[in-house]
C-alpha cells in the first residue's frame, strides 16, 4: 500500500508492505539518485536490520556509512547530536547525499534533526522499526532532541523525501514498546476516528493488535496525515496530536527520560485528562470510562509518585504554551476534540482535580 502526504513542495510517499525492508534501496532508486546515505540507527536495531538495510542500499548502488547510538530516549539529546555531526563531517557527506533513519521515534527525531540543519539541509528518509515510529512519528516532518529541562525543546519541521514501514519488524519489537506504540494509535482514534477507537476496543490480547498492525498502522497514519496536510507547522489543527502530552511530556521530563517510555507517558496523560474532563464536564462520562478501560485493559496507565511542583514546573515548558497560556487538548467525546486555553495556574487546578491524590 502507497499513502500520499501532499504539501506544497514537501509532499512525499509512505510505502507500507510486509518485507520492505529488502528493498529500499530499489524504492529509494526511484526518488534519490544522490551517492551516499549515512544509515542512523541504534543499538538494539543495528544487528537486527542493519545489514538488510545497508545490503538493499548498496544492491541498488549506493555507498553506506552506518552510525549506531545508544538506544533509548536517554541519547535524543545534544550530544549524540553532536556525534552525528561528526560523522557526517568526518565522512565528507554533502549536499548531494542523505540520511537514513533505521529505528523507532528516537532515531527518527533525532537524526532528521541532524539532517535538516547539516549543511543547513540535506536529505532525509525514515524506515521505522517501532509500532510508534510507524504510526506516528516517521511522518510529519516533527524532528527533534530533549533537553533537561523538556522534550523536544530544540528542534525543527523537516519533512522525509519517503518513508519505507516494513509491518514484520514488529516481529522483534519487545511487548511493552508495542504498547508505547499503542498509546499513540488510541490518542489518534480518541481525537479524530471513533470506529477506529471502537476496532482497538475489540482487541484482547497484544497478539490481537500484532495481527492487526497493518490496518492499525493505516488507521493512524490516516488521521496523523489528515492533521499535518491541514496544518504543516503545529499553529493550529495538528495540535490535536498532543492530546495526553501536555502531562505525559511533563512526566518524562520530570522522571529524567528513562522511567516511562514516551507511549506510555502519553497514555498516562490522555487518562488524566480524561478524569479531570468528566470532572469540569468537558468530557462525557462514558467516554472517558470507555478510554479509561482500553488503557487498564493493556495496564497503560502507570502509578506515577510526583509532586505537583515538579509536573508543573516541566508543563510550563509545553511548545503550546504561548506567554503563559497554554492550549489543552480534551476529547468531548469519543473521535472529537476541542482546545482549552488555560493559564498555568489553571492548568494547576486542572491536574489537581485530575490527579487529586499528588500534592
Ligand atoms: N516526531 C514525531 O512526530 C513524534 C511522534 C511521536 C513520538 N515521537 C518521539 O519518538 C520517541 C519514541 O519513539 P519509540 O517509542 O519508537 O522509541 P525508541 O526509538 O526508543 O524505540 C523503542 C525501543 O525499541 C527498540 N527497537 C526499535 N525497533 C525495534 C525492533 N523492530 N525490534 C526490537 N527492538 C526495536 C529501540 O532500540 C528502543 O530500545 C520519543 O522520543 C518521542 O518523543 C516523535
Ligand atoms: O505530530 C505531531 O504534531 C505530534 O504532536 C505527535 C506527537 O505524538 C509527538 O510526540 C510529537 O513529537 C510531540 O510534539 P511536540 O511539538 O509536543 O514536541
Ligand atoms: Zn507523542
Known amino acids: 500500500m502507497k499513502l500520499e502526504v501532499r504539501l506544497p513542495q514537501r509532499g512525499y510517499a509512505i510505502h507500507l508492505k510486509k518485507g520492505i525492508l529488502d528493498g529500499v534501496g530499489e524504492l529509494l532508486r526511484q526518488t534519490f539518485q544522490g551517492p551516499k546515505v549515512l544509515i542512523a540507527t541504534d543499538s538494539n536495531v543495528a544487528p537486527l536490520y542493519g545489514e538488510r538495510v545497508r545490503n538493499s542500499l548498496e544492491r541498488a548502488g549506493y555507498a553506506t556509512q552506518t552510525f549506531v ?14 556525534d552525528v555531526y561528526g560523522v557526517l563531517a568526518d ?28 549543511l543547513r539541509g540535506i536529505r532525509f528518509y525514515q524506515v521505522p522499526t517501532t509500532l510508534l515510529a510507524q504510526i506516528d512519528s516517521s511522518v ?15 528542534g525543527n ?26 498509546g499513540e494509535a488510541v490518542k489518534h482514534g480518541a481525537i479524530m476516528d471513533e470506529n477506529y477507537f471502537a476496532r482497538m476496543e475489540g482487541y484482547q490480547t497484544i497478539a490481537d493488535l500484532l495481527k492487526d498492525s497493518e490496518k492499525l498502522i493505516e488507521g493512524s497514519l490516516r488521521v496523523k496525515i489528515g492533521m499535518v496536510e ?4 503545529d ?9 495526553g502530552h501536555t502531562l505525559g511530556h511533563a512526566l518524562e521530563a520530570a522522571t529524567g527520560f528513562d522511567r516511562y517510555i ?18 469540569m464536564g468537558w468530557m462525557k462520562a462514558e467516554d472517558a470510562r470507555r478510554l479509561n478501560a482500553l ?12 509532586s505537583l511542583d515538579d509536573l508543573m514546573g516541566k508543563a510550563a515548558s509545553d511548545k503550546k504554551n504561548f506567554g503563559g497560556t497554554l492550549t489543552l487538548v480534551v476529547v468531548p467525546e469519543l473521535g472529537k476534540h476541542e482546545f482549552k486555553r488555560l493559564s498555568l495556574e489553571e492548568l494547576r487546578r486542572f491536574t489537581k482535580e485530575a490527579l487529586p491524590w499528588i500534592s
Not at 262 to 279: D, E, L, Y
Open 91 to 118: 565522512g565528507h557527506f554533502t549536499r548531494s547525499d542523505a540520511v537514513l533513519a533505521l529505528g523507532g521515534g528516537v532515531v527518527g527525531d533525532l537524526s532528521g534533526l541532524a539532517a535538516a540543519t547539516y
Open 295 to 306: 488503557l487498564e485493559r493493556f495496564h497503560m496507565i502507570p502509578e506515577v509518585n510526583l
Open 157 to 182: 519541521f523537516y519533512q522525509p523525501g519517503a518513508v519505507f514501514i516494513d509491518p514484520d519488524t514488529l516481529s522483534t519489537l519487545p511487548e511493552a514498546e508495542v504498547l508505547g506504540g499503542f
Open 230 to 233: 491541514q496544518d504543516e507547522r
Open 235 to 243: 499553529t493550529g489543527a495538528r495540535m490535536a496530536l498532543n492530546f
Open 262 to 279: 514516551h507511549g506510555i507517558a502519553v497514555a498516562w496523560g490522555m487518562a488524566a485528562v480524561a478524569r479531570g474532563s468528566v470532572a
Open 69 to 82: 547510538f545508544a538506544a533509548g530516549e536517554a541519547s535524543k539529546n545534544m550530544n549524540t547530536l553532536m
Open 140 to 154: 510529519g516532518g516533527k524532528v527533534a532532541v530533549d533537553l533537561p529541562q523538556g522534550k523536544n525543546l530544540v
